[in-house]
């Protein structure tokens, strides 16, 4: 072999070798872009199935992506349908008998509701033996209860202020009984008839151009929606100072937990739409719970509210509460909303059988 062939086959090999490497380069350049195609395929198949669960609701978290992306094909699906489909079970090669569960009995009526009795007697008939003749008597009584309710009945109350004057004094002078005091003075109505606004309102959550048909309906009586509202305002006002002494008793506590929610406001401009307003909650566990109604998100309510208040703050990581209350005050994050991301990863990496 001579010096040619030698220094040719010597370049061959420089040549596959250095093919080699750039081949072993390609592939390990083409395996790492695989890899990151399957993370960013995982990553959107778990958005995907967020999505999916936050279409159909939370009884949607426990169905597989099969049954999702059924369900997702399903254009007209309601949330009745979904939640039949999540309670569904799979069904099993022999289906097992049905134990009966034991019949847990008549309901009982409460026993401090009052008692009225009514006696039905046998029909006349019933009254005389048919085998003697003679009057038959009462042995004893079957015993069934029913709940009932008697009507609500409106009525006018007079009011009858008593005048007194002495007849031998020449001034006669008169003296009337006063009034007692009311929620609404000189109102047409009397307090028991603002409660009971107030408590179908807040307790029943009963809109108040209901209750205004309602009275037209049961009493006949037409009261406007616009003095209904009056009532409410004017009974907010009145616990005013019971506000004032609950803020007073939390901002003597060392721990508060605070947060806001949106309230939907109707307006009167042109625009047609509601205003968003915030409820802004101020409270401990176990304790009491202030209310503060604020048109907008700023942080002027925590710092109204808290003022120089020195203690621990639980919230969430909204920037209004960060530079609230003294220069003490030691603000707690929020488990639920942390927890809420670990939540999202599991059911994105939930992997149901199809």
Not at 169 to 178: D, L, N, Q
Not at 229 to 247: F, I, Q, S, T, Y
């Amino acid at each position: 072999m001579n010096a040619d062939s030698s220094n040719n086959n010597r370049e061959r090999l420089k040549q596959k070798d250095a093919l080699i490497i750039r081949l072993q380069h390609d592939l390990s350049v083409a395996m790492q872009e695989v890899y990151w195609a399957k993370l960013k395929i995982q990553v959107l198949e778990e958005k995907l199935r967020q999505e999916r669960i936050a279409r159909f609701g939370p009884r949607s978290e426990t169905l597989s992506d099969l049954q999702l992306s059924l369900l997702d094909e399903e254009p007209s699906v309601t949330l009745d349908e979904v939640a039949a489909e999540a309670e569904r079970e799979p069904l099993p090669a022999a289906a097992p008998k049905r134990e009966r569960k034991p019949h847990p009995g008549r309901q009982t009526l409460p026993a401090h509701l009052p008692r009225r009795e009514e006696t039905i007697p046998c029909a006349p008939e019933a009254c005389t033996c048919p085998s003697c003749g003679q009057a038959t008597t009462v042995i004893g009584y079957d015993e069934s209860e029913q709940l009932d309710v008697e009507p609500v009945q409106y009525f006018v109350r007079v009011i009858k202020r008593e005048k007194r004057a002495c007849r031998h004094c020449p001034e006669r002078s008169v003296v009337a009984a006063p009034l007692p005091d009311r929620i609404i003075e000189k109102g047409l109505v009397s307090d028991r008839i603002v409660v009971q606004t107030i408590i179908k309102k807040y307790c029943d959550h009963l809109p108040l151009y209901r209750q205004e048909a309602i009275l037209s309906r049961e009493a006949g009586v037409e009261i406007s929606r616009a003095t209904l509202d009056g009532w409410v305002m004017h009974v907010g006002e009145l616990l005013l100072p019971m506000w004032g002494a609950m803020r007073k008793e939390l901002l003597a506590e060392s721990y508060l937990q605070a947060d806001e929610t949106t309230v939907l406001v109707q307006t009167h401009d042109k625009s047609g739409s509601n205003h968003e307003a915030y409820l802004w909650q101020f409270g401990r566990p176990g304790g009491g719970v202030v209310f503060e109604f604020s048109m907008g998100r700023g942080r002027d309510v925590p710092d109204r509210f808290l003022g120089q208040w020195e203690g621990k703050l639980q919230t969430d990581a909204y920037v209004a509460y960060d530079k609230t209350g003294g220069p003490k005050l030691i603000h707690y994050g929020c488990w639920t909303h942390a927890r809420r991301y670990f939540v999202d990863a599991v059911k994105g990496m939930r992997v149901a059988n199809p």
